[in-house]
């Protein structure tokens, strides 16, 4: 029987699969699994519920800042039981995910060993998992989009215009994300690029879509009145 012969690329996937695999059952019985705070986690869960039902956010339930995590977090209800034990493990996921696109920002990573990346890997998941001024769900949803799109804008020309995409979902999350995604838009098209008229302007209505199209959903549904109030009138 002819041996299958794997590259070194194929073999580091494998390999980080694996060590996302044991590092989130590990972690989980470590502390995961008593949750990270229960506070955030049945506030968002019930505005999953609250929208699954048919409510429109701040024209059926007040919220002080625009409300993106719920959407975000709606396939939770695909899970019958153990809907919580589901969402921590899914935040587990996150940590490691949004930790290895930062870490592949870095060409000095990319040429690190694979036992180098790996352990820079779980000591990165591990000490952003437990950095519990993030640890806010809306946060850690917006640095993970954030995260993602930032590896799509700066390490793959292909996919540049999901990648703003992406980050503009960040400040549905947590408002305080634009300026995060402002300055995003401002480093990749005039600090590391020469600078271009269309290409900026397209990042821009790019990452400003998901806002947009969020304001005309609540205009539509009659809620932009109480979204002024309660995001301005704090």
């Keep these: 029987m002819p041996k299958i012969k794997l590259n ?58 625009l409300i993106g995590s719920p959407y975000l977090h709606i396939f939770h209800l695909l899970v019958p039981t153990m809907v919580m034990q589901f969402q921590r493990i899914i935040s587990i996921l996150m940590f490691q995910v949004y930790s290895l696109a930062l870490l592949n920002l870095s060409d000095k990573f990319k040429e690190s060993s694979i036992i180098l990346k790996i352990l820079f890997f779980i000591i990165s998941s591990i000490l952003n998992m437990h ?67 269309k290409h900026f302007i397209r990042a821009s209505l790019t990452a400003g879509l998901p806002t947009l199209t969020y304001i005309l959903f609540i205009s539509i549904n009659g809620g932009l009145a109480n979204l002024i109030e309660e995001t301005l009138g704090q």
């Design 8 to 65: 070194k690329s194929t073999k580091e996937r494998f390999a980080f699969l694996f060590t996302m695999f044991f590092l989130t059952y590990f972690i989980w019985e470590v502390d995961a699994k008593f949750g990270f705070m229960p506070r955030d986690e049945a506030r968002v869960l019930g505005m999953v519920q609250r929208i699954s039902n048919g409510q429109i956010p701040h024209r059926d339930f007040m919220y002080q800042t």
């Design 131 to 197: 950095y519990f001024e993030f640890t806010i769900w809306p946060t850690v949803d917006g640095i993970f989009l954030l995260s993602i799109g930032a590896f799509l804008i700066f390490k793959s020309n292909k996919y540049q215009i999901a990648g703003f995409f992406i980050i503009g979902l960040a400040p549905l999350m947590k408002t305080p994300f634009y300026f995060s995604v402002f300055f995003m838009i401002i480093f990749s098209t005039l600090i590391i690029r020469k600078f271009d008229t």
